[in-house]
């Protein structure tokens, strides 16, 4: 059986953290060894430490790319959080059509897992500005760290059962249906969202400041500098009056942060 423990397990962790941010803490030793163990067999690997030089030697990117799918979770689904969707459509929206003169609508899906937040996202956008849609530049940016999650939500396929917590009108307008088990999210919203792979440690490259940054369920994952230092990214990429919604789950230190907190998991840059 691979070894987990010890130098190897160190090495791969603080790797992982070092390079996107994920604190796996010692704790997670079984949970790590569950979904590596595979690859290490796989690979005729004796350790973590053998993987961790495996993952170094790799240049082509995809034994990372593995790992990444393996350590991470990406559970996500329609309406997670439903009250934040709610929000964006009563609040967020009514006041961003006012507010923004040039009706270049700049809204980030960050760590847009399997496309569901994004295109749920477009969706609203779509129903709420009815007519006027056309005047206004509202595409919305999707990142994530994992190609895997960004295959699928660039094809938009799901299965019934997914889509089923959507309101039927919006099924009926937004979804195609492929047959019994599948439907497609039809082109004219996928064509509302731009995916990108991304990751949140990296230098942020944005040339404009958004007005809405979606970031939930992902900082759970972090460690208190590394979160901390990842909201000051996020309020720097904020225009004023812009929001910030994370996890229910998750929070932001009112002490240290400069937002404002609005309500649970929801904050503005003022």
């Not at 791969?12 to 790590?32: A, F, P, Q």
Request: proline letters at 3%; a positive charge.
């Amino acid at each position: 059986m691979p070894d987990i423990t010890g130098k190897g397990f160190r090495q791969l962790t603080e790797y992982i953290k070092n390079n996107y941010g994920i604190h796996l803490k010692d704790e997670k030793k079984t949970l790590v060894h569950g979904r590596l163990h595979q690859i290490l067999e796989s690979k005729k690997l004796n350790s973590l430490g053998e993987y961790y030089e495996y993952i170094l030697a790799d240049k082509t990117g995809e034994a990372v790319e593995t790992l990444l799918n393996k350590i991470t979770t990406n559970h996500t689904f329609f309406m997670r959080e439903a009250e934040h969707f709610y929000f964006f459509r009563d609040k967020v929206l009514p006041f961003l059509s006012s507010t923004v003169k040039s009706k270049d609508l700049r809204i980030w899906s960050a760590a847009c897992s399997s496309g569901e937040e994004s295109y749920t996202l477009a969706m609203l956008i779509d129903e709420f500005l009815d007519k006027d849609k056309p005047n206004w530049d509202a595409k919305i940016l999707a990142t994530d760290i994992s190609d895997k999650v960004l295959t699928i939500a660039r094809q938009g396929i799901y299965s019934n059962d997914r889509i089923a917590p959507l309101p039927l009108s919006w099924k009926i307008k937004y979804f195609t249906k492929i047959n019994q088990e599948n439907s497609a999210v039809i082109e004219a919203i996928k064509r509302e969202v731009i995916y990108r792979k991304f990751n949140l440690m990296d230098t942020f490259p944005f040339r404009k400041n958004f007005h809405v940054i979606f970031c939930r369920n992902v900082m759970i994952y972090f460690d208190t500098p590394t979160k901390e230092a990842l909201i000051r990214k996020f309020y720097n990429s904020l225009e004023h009056g812009g929001y910030l919604f994370v996890g229910l789950s998750e929070s932001v230190n009112r002490e240290t942060t400069q937002f404002k907190y609005i309500m649970p998991s929801v904050y503005r840059k003022e």
